[in-house]
């Protein structure tokens, strides 16, 4: 079986077995697709699954960005708890539907979300910053530098 697709119609790898592991396959399985009758739950919990958070660290700090698009910095709470746990959350509020508009596509997220992080012993927790331009949330977390350990050279007698 082969897993690269062809673009010159050959039929080969052409069973649904086969396709299921196809890794270039653009037909991507969705299970809300199946219950249209819960279409507030799938617009509530998407936030979750939407807010993409990118975490580098430097000589210096960790940073996260977080893309927050059309948020204000009032409906986003960054918070460090004591076990050494970033927690980025808030809310992105529903728009209501008026009588007179009619909705043909609702594609933003809203709802609520929340992001945790568990941060390396180097983290200086004391220190946090927290940032917020043009929809993307920059959190820096200074790191402290790694003491290393004294060595002390014993000679070996004989």
């Given at each position: ?8 119609g050959?039929k080969r790898g052409s ?15 969705d299970?809300?697709?199946t219950?249209?009758?819960?279409p ?10 939407t807010?993409?958070?990118?975490w ?13 698009p059309g948020?204000?910095?009032?409906e986003?709470k ?9 927690q ?11 009588k007179?508009?009619?909705?043909h ?6 709802g609520?979300?929340v992001?945790?992080f568990?941060l390396p012993?180097n ?6 910053r927290?940032?917020m331009?043009?929809?993307?949330l ?7 530098e790694?003491k ?5 050279r014993?000679?070996i007698?004989?």
């Amino acid at each position: 079986m082969s897993l690269i697709p062809s673009f010159f119609g050959n039929k080969r790898g052409s069973s649904a077995s086969d396709r299921i592991f196809d890794p270039f396959l653009l037909d991507v399985w969705d299970p809300f697709r199946t219950f249209p009758q819960f279409p507030e739950l799938f617009r509530e919990n998407s936030a979750l699954v939407t807010t993409r958070v990118d975490w580098k660290e430097t000589p210096e700090a960790h940073v996260f960005k977080a893309d927050l698009p059309g948020l204000k910095k009032e409906e986003v709470k960054v918070e460090v708890e004591d076990d050494r746990v970033l927690q980025i959350s808030g809310e992105r509020s529903v728009e209501k539907e008026e009588k007179d508009e009619a909705w043909h596509r609702v594609e933003r997220s809203s709802g609520k979300f929340v992001r945790r992080f568990r941060l390396p012993e180097n983290a200086k927790m004391d220190q946090v910053r927290a940032a917020m331009e043009n929809g993307v949330l920059t959190v820096t977390v200074p790191k402290e530098e790694v003491k290393k350990p004294d060595v002390k050279r014993i000679e070996i007698s004989s």
